[in-house]
């Protein structure tokens, strides 16, 4: 059974139908068929019956006035984000599911952390042969591989696009490619990490709450934890793109690989951190000797770091991108200032020799 049908039968066992509506800022809520149906009026409407709900575990519902029908979350999707088309209810449907559970605390159908609490852990009469393993592992120089997830971690989060983002530049088809989502627990906005065969291995959280601290000291956690040293996020969307133009470029956040997807820069990779492991300088020189790197780091880092952190990489054709002009401010990313800052500063790119 599927949550959103789960979620459905709860609200009918539990009697939050009401709850619901008066939630939804619905006026004149009663009941009519002997309490079969809920009736009621919307927001902004003066028909005390437009909103109707059956009180049976499908709570199948419509608003008569608007021509919406289907279920309890097609009458939310209207009523707060204006779903009318088929494809919008759609659309909106993971943020309808959000806002339901949160308002009647139904945070397991939201949150994986209250479903694993729920299960018992599951017997491991090898787990010694498994340490014992991995420190074998880790002497012969072998590189544990990031455990993979599910796909369905995600709908905890949808696909849902954030507002500031957009108002920054960030298109709702990239924030919709690179899968932004929302933790209504944690106030972060977030976005699904893969390993380079395009597996679903964590999720990474940024911090939109109010809280100033938070915010300064924890911007970015990891919600769904992943070892980021051994992978370069977006590497399995780049990869294609690398190949085809010989060039990757290598940036120091998921982030600014959006940006630069925008834009037409396909084939960029991110660090996840300002300094490569020794098992991400092995994967850059794995993906051939043909390729050239240009390395763009964000605005803190000055030409000395940029040299000495890409001369491990050796035997490859290098180029840093460093902001001799001052286009770029304070800790901006090399995206932060815009498409034509960037591209001014690849174009002036220079090539490293050491």
């Known amino acids: 059974m599927s949550d959103l049908q789960t979620i459905r039968e709860r609200i009918y066992k539990e009697e939050k139908i009401q709850d619901v509506l008066e939630a939804l800022g619905c006026w004149g809520i009663s009941t009519e068929q002997g309490g079969k149906l809920f009736v009621a009026g919307l927001p902004d409407g003066d028909n005390e019956r437009s909103v109707q709900v059956k009180n049976t575990p499908s709570l199948t519902s419509n608003i008569r006035s608007k021509g919406i029908s289907g279920s309890i979350f097609d009458v939310i999707s209207y009523i707060l984000y204006e779903a009318k088309s088929e494809d919008d209810k759609k659309a909106c449907l993971s943020k309808s599911k959000f806002w339901l559970c949160n308002k009647l605390n139904y945070l397991e159908y939201i949150d994986g952390f209250y479903k694993l609490t729920k299960e018992k852990e599951k017997p491991q009469p090898n787990r010694w042969l498994h340490k014992l393993q991995k420190n074998r592992n880790k002497e012969d120089g072998i590189t544990d591989e ?25 298109s709702l088809r990239t ?40 915010n300064d000291k924890y911007k970015y956690l990891y919600i769904q934890p992943c070892n980021k040293s051994i992978e370069f996020y977006n590497l399995h969307r780049a990869l294609p793109h690398i190949k085809r ?103 002036n790119k220079f090539k490293i020799n050491r």
């Open 245 to 347: 133009l010989k060039e990757a470029i290598v940036v120091e956040g998921g982030k600014t690989t959006w940006y630069l997807t925008q834009w037409g820069f396909k084939n960029c990779i991110s660090i996840e951190g300002d300094s490569m492991s020794d098992e991400q300088i092995r994967i850059l020189k794995n993906l051939g000797i043909g390729i050239k790197f240009v390395f763009a780091y964000d605005k803190d880092k000055d030409a000395k770091f940029i040299v000495n952190e890409v001369s491990r990489l050796t035997g490859r054709l290098r180029y840093g991108i460093y902001d001799k002009d001052n286009l770029l401010s304070d800790k901006d990313s090399p995206t932060d200032k815009g498409y034509d800052v960037w591209t001014s500063l690849y174009e």
């Open 175 to 214: 924030q919709k490619l690179f899968g932004v989502g929302i933790d209504v627990r944690s106030e972060r906005v977030t976005f699904p990490v893969h390993n380079k065969s395009g597996q679903l291995i964590g999720v990474k959280g940024r911090y939109i709450g109010n809280d100033p601290v938070v």
């Open 146 to 170: 990031n455990e993979i997830l599910p796909e369905s971690v995600l709908d905890q989060y949808g696909n849902i696009p954030y507002l500031g983002w957009y108002n920054e530049g960030l």
